[in-house]
């Protein structure tokens, strides 16, 4: 219908981008199906935006589709014929089936997108959950709208805090310790290196001493840092695992240093590179921004310089469309500087590289440091809630079969789903009860939904169907918003934001209970049953789509 909105706007002078674009649909039913603002018309008819309106309703011819079109104010309202809206969704969903909401904007285009990047030998901690989780929905949505997506997770498998570690190894290492339970004994030296470093300050030298060895290709330096990576990534591997998250390169900080040299010189031959203090910077004070040190006065690399070799790799090995990073909004002045350099070195594409920022999630326990010891183990975490749900499981239904695949499917999503339901550059509390809120904006709400409708299914099968005989009001708000899911993928794919879908499944699920609870679905009239199954099974298919985008599970019972 949408198309057909847009079609007849066309046919009265309206361009298709503009139609396309200022689209939308009106806060109440009553104003219409769809809205078309002309307040940007208005500058170049150089008419007020309530006079085009009413010169494009009368310029209008309605199609079938199209019962009338108002102008209100400064908008063009249309009301379309709701039994063949309600035909037109119902059979697009039934046809595309796990393929409704996916579109075709990125067909033949590559966006490279940057998450997760644990730092090697430090915990999958719950700050990590925020670029895994933002980082894989996009993943999800980008490819769903056609986009060849390359996920890379830029490991944080270099720097000063590997030449810590191994002094603190060899210092007071066990391996038979290690191997028993790498991260914990890992995290627990490298706490107790910055305990005993504060008494004898002396130790960092050590640290800095074990890097250079490194750096200098160090045999027993390499064989740490071998092994040290090798446990580091089987344990990232679980959680990744479990969560169903998979990668297409795991190119990290290491993987780029043979290639410092060169990006220094070619950066010093495009003459944008200046010595200050004996550090090598890039100026970008008639910016507005501070400099980007690319080498520091003892010579040594920071992870700018790691991200300006990446990003002139990536441009070269994938030939990306788009270069995205999803890093904590604390890194935006990192990254300002990192894409200000690339644009001064001559690279069109710098224009493509963009910050995703995110706020943090903040816990009950407090704020979380590595150093002092205080960290929250993502697994700890998840396994938390598991058990939760599986209490929930013992006391509301003891007799349910795959109890714990179920509890897992439930528990992980419940900490996915709260995530994403925020918008992702706001900070988020994660609140343990609320997380798990059968009745609440939550992923057990959802997927529970989702299980209702499977249940009323398993009771009788959807078949032919008469879509005319929908015609109650929560049928037709029902049937209006499934429609919406390629416009609501469109927008998160657009904006990079994947809590508008987490939205919208929340207003789907709110809307079938409502249908649902007012409505009996397994009528005697043959024919009106049939007509509702369908819409059981659209609302199914829908919560399922928009589920799998998230990255959560939907199960078919709770």
């Not at 940007?40 to 079109?69: C, H, M, T």
């Not at 075709?104 to 990590?128: E, L, W, Y």
């Not at 013992?394 to 509890?407: V, W």
């Amino acid at each position: 219908m949408k198309e057909e909105v847009i079609k007849l706007l066309n046919s009265a002078g309206v361009e298709r981008q503009m139609a396309e674009s200022l689209l939308e649909i009106p806060p109440d039913s009553a104003m219409g199906d769809f809205a078309f603002p002309c307040f940007k018309l208005a500058g170049v008819l150089r008419k007020s935006p309530a006079q085009i309106a009413k010169e494009l309703e009368g310029k209008l011819k309605l199609s079938k589709g199209i019962e009338k079109v108002v102008a209100v104010g400064p908008y063009l309202n249309f009301f379309v014929n709701k039994g063949k809206r309600v035909a037109e969704v119902l059979e697009r969903i039934s046809k595309e089936k796990e393929k409704f909401g996916s579109g075709v904007r990125g067909k033949g285009k590559t966006i490279t997108i940057d998450f997760s990047q644990p730092n090697i030998m430090k915990p999958f901690n719950i700050a990590h959950l925020r670029s895994t989780m933002i980082g894989n929905a996009l993943s999800r949505i980008l490819n769903y709208d056609s986009y060849k997506v390359i996920r890379i997770n830029h490991l944080g498998d270099w720097g000063t805090q590997f030449g810590k570690m191994m002094y603190a190894y060899e210092a007071w290492g066990n391996k038979t310790e290690l191997l028993k339970d790498p991260m914990h004994y890992m995290t627990n030296l490298y706490v107790r290196f910055h305990k005993e470093a504060e008494m004898d300050p002396s130790l960092e030298d050590r640290g800095r001493e074990w890097f250079a060895k490194l750096e200098q290709g160090d045999k027993t330096a390499r064989a740490y840092w071998e092994l040290f990576s090798k446990l580091s990534l089987k344990y990232y591997n679980k959680t990744y695992t479990r969560l169903g998250i998979t990668f297409d390169s795991w190119a990290g900080e290491a993987f780029y240093e043979p290639m410092l040299k060169d990006t220094i010189a070619f950066l010093q031959k495009k003459r944008i590179v200046k010595k200050s203090e004996g550090a090598l910077i890039v100026d970008l004070e008639q910016y507005g921004i501070t400099p980007c040190i690319i080498q520091k006065s003892d010579g040594s690399t920071i992870y700018a310089t790691r991200d300006l070799a990446a990003a002139m790799y990536r441009a070269k090995t994938y030939n990306f469309y788009k270069n995205l990073y999803v890093v904590d909004v604390r890194q935006s002045l990192h990254f300002q500087q990192v894409f200000k350099t690339l644009d001064l070195a001559g690279f069109p594409w710098a224009k493509d590289c963009i910050h995703l920022p995110f706020g943090t999630m903040k816990f009950e326990e407090g704020v979380m440091s590595t150093r002092k010891g205080i960290i929250i183990f993502l697994e700890d975490v998840l396994d938390k809630v598991v058990d939760m749900v599986k209490e929930i499981i013992k006391e509301k239904n003891p007799k349910l079969k795959n109890k714990d695949k179920i509890a897992e499917q439930i528990g992980l999503g419940a900490v996915v789903f709260w995530d994403l339901s925020n918008d992702r550059v706001n900070d988020i509390i994660f609140d343990w009860k609320r997380v798990l809120d059968f009745e609440g904006d939550t992923a057990p709400y959802v997927q529970y939904t989702h299980a209702r409708a499977c249940a009323i299914l398993r009771k009788a099968k959807a078949g032919k169907a008469d879509y005319s005989l929908l015609k109650e009001a929560e049928e037709i708000a029902l049937v209006k918003a499934l429609g919406r899911l390629p416009d609501v993928v469109q927008k998160s794919a657009e904006e990079y934001k994947p809590h508008h879908i987490a939205k919208y499944l929340l207003d789907v699920c709110h809307l079938f209970n409502e249908f649902y609870h007012k409505h009996q679905v397994l009528v005697e009239d043959e024919e009106l049953k049939m007509a509702r199954l369908s819409l059981v099974l659209a609302t199914k298919q829908v919560l399922a789509n928009g589920l799998y985008l998230l990255g959560i599970k939907a199960p078919e019972e709770m």
